[in-house]
């Protein structure tokens, strides 16, 4: 609007303007011709009144030139006030001088990172951006008004001492040139610079006020422009950081949950809201002790010790009872959270759910106990095949001797409680030998040795393992009544088996399957009670280490030949 009143006020200017200068012209020639008509005394008047329109025409322009400026200065004051893009900002500024001058070329210069003087912006008479092709400039001069802070103003460069013999004047032509230092806070930050290379003494003194007047308001909307560059880009890295730690804070595993001073809930994280079984909305605000009300008289003194004494807690393993999602294991790590003067303004819980993490333990702790641990470890749950493969194997039977008679006389509850007495010091004694405990069978025990882990030793290791075995058993009969006294019988024997995963999908058992196996079992089953027997294949493997004494040959059952057997004794 501003613009449109401007240009009303100049089209009117320049009318009246014109009508002068009409008025003069027809005065001019008037006398010029002198009618002979008129008497002297009019021509004088003329002649006067001719001197002072030629004096009015010559104020008229230089008051328009004046009322120009101001107007330009009124109108770049506007678009600067009207935007903080930079780059338009430096345009609009370099567009009204270049119309003002009456320049060919202008230039906004401004200092780089390095000090130096680059241009920003670079535009011709036509308010059309120039290439960097056309930057044909006088450094001298840019550099002069950089360094000393004050306009240069000269008509023709070509003639003037202070420049004339200056390479760049010279090689392109440069005669009128006008430059100005942009100066924030007695800094120069840059220059105007404008020239002419056509016309000589096109810019006087009003010009060089003028862009001296235009500089200083510019350089105000650089540095303003700037400013709003700075915080907008600043802004946007804030904005990018936090939607980052949003990101980051919504897909952390552990369930995260900060409160305020009063203990209201803040903020929470996805993994908190699988935790609590409630979203977001339904928790922001809501009081700790009512979000977690199964935990409130256990989290209350350690919060306490958050906020008043800005204690941290770690590992805090709490059972909690939640209506949606029932009991779960959780541990709480809590902490202050502090604002930039160091002063708590809530509390920040992290919280794992350690309920699944728990079962499979207690699953695993009971899987152990039915399967060797050795077992247990060379299984991979992604790989699990059927099958197996053939590996040379020593094979431990041990059976308890006269355990049906025995069984006859007593419950089932304390049969089961003695026969467990006697299996647990037999699998103890096979699992400190890394023994594998293959199976239990009612009141039986089947070991292997060099499976699935290899053993070189793996038939002294069996041997051992029987000793111990029988050994630990004497000790039993120490805490137990006469009547309650039993005896395994072992076997041993060594062979080729095929050791692997036997069953299906749904139900596997790790097992040995072959000849070896069932000769070791027919061995154990001529053993009796207290005897360890072994075969002679096993015996010459460990003959250096053991003390024996030969017994009869085994007929035994599925055998075409009797098997020659050996009565361990002790170890040498």
Known sequence: MLKNQHASASQAMDAQFREVSALV???????????????PRVYEQLNRLYESL?????QAVNLEGEWRSLVGMAEVSQAMNSTLELDLVLQIVMDTIIQLTGAERGFLMLRDGDGDMAIRVARNWEQESLDPSEFAISRTVINRVANEGQPVLTTNAQEDPRFGGQQSVVAYNLRSILCAPLKLKNEVIGVIYTDNRIKSGLFTQRHLDSLAAFANQAAIAIDNARLFASVRQ??????????????????????VVTTDIEERIVLCNRAAENILGRVTGELIGQPLSAVMASLSSTLKPHL?????????????EVTSDFADRGPLDLRLNLSPLKDVQQNTQGVAIVMEDLTEK????????????????????QLNPNSLQLGGKRTEITTLFADIRGFTHFSEALSPEELVSILNCYLKVSAEAVLSEEGTIDKFMGDAIMALFNAPIPQPDHTLRAVRAALAMRAAIHELHNTLPPHQHLNFGAGIHVGEAVLGLIGTERRLDYTAIGDSVNTAKRIQENASAGQILISQPAYLLVADQVEVRPVEPIAAKGKSAPVLAYEILDLK
Do not use: Y
Request: proline share 4%; aromatic share 4%; glycine share 6%.
């Open 25 to 39: 012209e027809e005065i001019q020639t008037i006398l010029s011709q002198r009618p002979g008509s008129a008497p």
């Open 54 to 58: 030629g004096r009015l025409r010559k």
């Open 234 to 255: 600043t802004l946007a890295e804030v904005t990018e950081l936090k939607n980052l730690m949003d990101n980051v804070f919504f897909s952390i595993a552990s369930g």
């Open 304 to 316: 306490n010790g958050v906020l008043n004494e800005n204690a941290v807690v770690t590992g805090l």
């Open 358 to 377: 728990k079962k499979l333990e207690a699953q695993r702790r009971l899987f152990e106990r039915m399967v060797s641990p050795a077992v247990i470890n």
